[in-house]
């Protein structure tokens, strides 16, 4: 069992910069996959980025040169630094954990981006 807790969305404006984090807790194994999804009201959700433990990366073509992934493996923490926000980066963002087969989510944190 993993839970996940997510923190630091909010507001911001135009051209800002926010950094969110993802805290894993429970049965942690060393192989697996920790990553942040979006969705935006009326749209499906989509993979923004995501890590392995080996750090192997892979982001969103709408992100990349924006966002940045990266992972404390001794904490079991996952962040995105967001920069460059424009408003169609407004979403709600989860987090996700994933080993082997199996996928844990995050609550997930309200990111909007307006003057």
């Known amino acids: 069992q993993v839970q996940l807790v997510e923190s630091g969305g909010g507001l911001v404006q135009p051209g800002g910069s926010l950094r969110l984090s993802c805290a894993a807790s429970?049965?942690?194994?060393?192989?697996?996959?920790m990553g942040w999804y979006r969705q935006a009201p009326g749209k499906q959700r989509e993979l923004v980025a995501y890590?392995?433990?080996?750090?192997?990366?892979n982001y969103a073509d709408s992100v990349k040169g924006r966002f940045a992934i990266s992972r404390d493996n001794a904490r079991n923490t996952v962040y995105l630094q967001m920069n460059s926000l424009e408003p169609e980066d407004t979403a709600v963002y989860s987090c996700?954990?994933?080993?082997?087969?199996?996928?844990?989510w995050g609550q997930g944190t309200q990111v909007t981006v307006s003057p």
């Open positions: 429970g049965i942690i194994f060393s192989l697996n996959t």
């Open positions: 890590i392995t433990s080996g750090g192997r990366t």
């Open positions: 996700a954990f994933t080993v082997r087969t199996e996928t844990y």
